[in-house]
């Protein structure tokens, strides 16, 4: 059974980098694609990002210039780093495996808990 | 920007059958996936490549993708369908997209 946990600071001040790691159990993360999720307070879904086995990494567009996502295969984790953060930034961060099928199919099968990040002075 | 469109509510009686629509431009010849979420849970995936049901969903979830639109269908509701369920999708220029959610209430 897959399980990913994340861990990191949920308060960070406006301006500063939000740091949040995912520690993956279950899974030997060589394969696959380990990523980014988050989700406004009362909002929907929304894709951050996220990095492949081989370190190719993929944003979304709007938020390419302040996202950063790597992985440490010796651990077993992978990080994301949102850098210059607002209020806008404040959600339920969730990291999450994806799969890639055949033909475009993509899927998040295993999702972590949630961690809510509130950014505020 | 590829866009996915849900409506926001669908209401439906105990034991009828409840469907939730997705659009998007040409969404049929993508693959649509399907999450529940509960208050204060993590999404569940639900239905992947259209209509296929990961081990532990039961036979009372389904869907399909056509033209524009893909639908998640539950037969037999009760109240535990009560969730917020959201659609999702690869672009190939903008990436994962997922819709913006329906709430589903049973009453």
């Known amino acids: 059974q897959v399980q990913l946990q994340e861990s990191g600071p949920g308060l960070v001040k406006p301006s500063e980098t939000l740091s949040l790691t995912c520690t993956v159990s279950?899974?030997?993360?060589?394969?696959?694609?380990w990523s980014w999720i988050r989700q406004p307070p009362g909002k929907g879904l929304e894709w951050i990002g996220y990095?492949?086995?081989?370190?190719?990494?993929n944003y979304k567009s709007s938020l390419k210039s302040r996202v950063s996502i790597s992985l440490d295969t010796s651990k077993k984790q992978f990080s994301l780093k949102l850098s210059s953060v607002t209020a806008a930034d404040t959600a339920v961060y969730y990291c999450?495996?994806?799969?890639?099928?055949?033909?475009?199919?993509?899927?998040?099968?295993?999702w972590g808990q949630g961690t809510l990040v509130t950014v505020s002075s | 920007s590829y866009e996915l469109t849900q409506p926001p509510s669908v209401s439906v009686s105990p034991g009828q059958t409840a469907s939730i629509t997705c659009s998007g431009v040409k969404l049929g010849e993508k693959f649509a996936s399907w999450y529940q979420q509960t208050p204060g849970q993590s999404p569940v995936l639900v239905i992947y490549e259209d209509s296929k049901r990961p081990s532990g969903i039961p036979e009372r979830f389904s869907g399909s993708n056509s033209g524009n639109t893909a639908t998640l269908t539950i037969s037999g509701t009760s109240t535990m369908d009560e969730a917020d369920y959201y659609c999702?999708?690869?672009?190939?220029?903008?990436?994962?997209?997922f819709g913006g959610g329906t709430r589903l209430t049973v009453l």
């Open positions: 279950g899974d030997p993360i060589s394969s696959d694609y």
């Open positions: 999702q999708t690869w672009d190939s220029s903008s990436g994962v997209v």
């Open positions: 990095i492949y086995f081989s370190g190719r990494t």
């Open positions: 999450a495996r994806g799969i890639a099928g055949y033909s475009s199919s993509w899927y998040f099968d295993y």
